[in-house]
């Protein structure tokens, strides 16, 4: 995460936006690939599961509450000036128990949903794992250690600093 200038929140560097954004996009698209070899209802099933899942956790968990979007003008996901338009507007402290479930359903569903038929093709599993679980593992050991989303079920900050 970038340091210049910024005092406690900074935003993120252009090679951590590609990472992620690669890594979400790249392992979502090969798992939706390796379910279609499979069935194309499963494919547009797990497709719509991974888009609207996340969209829904941009709307309602982390993003209305955070800082590096409201304090810093930055987000990891999308511009920020189209994040400030999907977030909901009327959430604010910790987050409840159903937004707590629905972060851990939809960020792990779409890695743990896809692997019983894509375990067939061990190219697309490989590929998927490696892109998909690489995104979850650096959020774990990079991204949320630095990041200053008190609220978030997975923030290491307050743990770390």
């Known amino acids: 995460m970038k340091a210049n200038g910024c ?3 900074c ?22 690939y390796g379910l279609y070899l499979h ?5 547009i099933a797990y ?23 409201h304090v810093a003008g930055d987000c990891l996901q999308l511009h920020p000036s189209i994040v400030k338009k999907i977030i909901s507007k009327n959430r604010n402290g910790h987050l409840n128990i159903y937004e707590k479930v629905l972060f851990v359903i939809v960020l792990y569903g779409i890695l743990i949903l896809p ?10 599993l490989i590929l998927f794992l490696l892109l998909y679980g690489g995104l ?14 008190v609220v978030c079920i997975q923030n290491r900050f307050v743990a770390f600093s």
């Open 47 to 69: 497709f719509l599961y991974a888009y609207v899942g996340i969209l829904l956790l941009i709307r309602y968990t982390v993003c209305p509450r955070c800082p590096h979007l």
């Open 39 to 43: 069935s194309p209802v499963l494919a």
């Open 115 to 124: 692997v019983y038929w894509i375990s067939s093709n061990s190219v697309v």
């Open 7 to 9: 005092k406690s929140v």
């Open 136 to 149: 979850l593992l650096s959020l774990h050991l990079y991204f949320c250690r630095k990041c200053r989303n």
């Open 11 to 32: 935003g993120f560097t252009l090679k951590e936006k590609m990472y992620a954004q690669l890594s979400f996009n790249g392992g979502v698209l090969i798992a939706t």
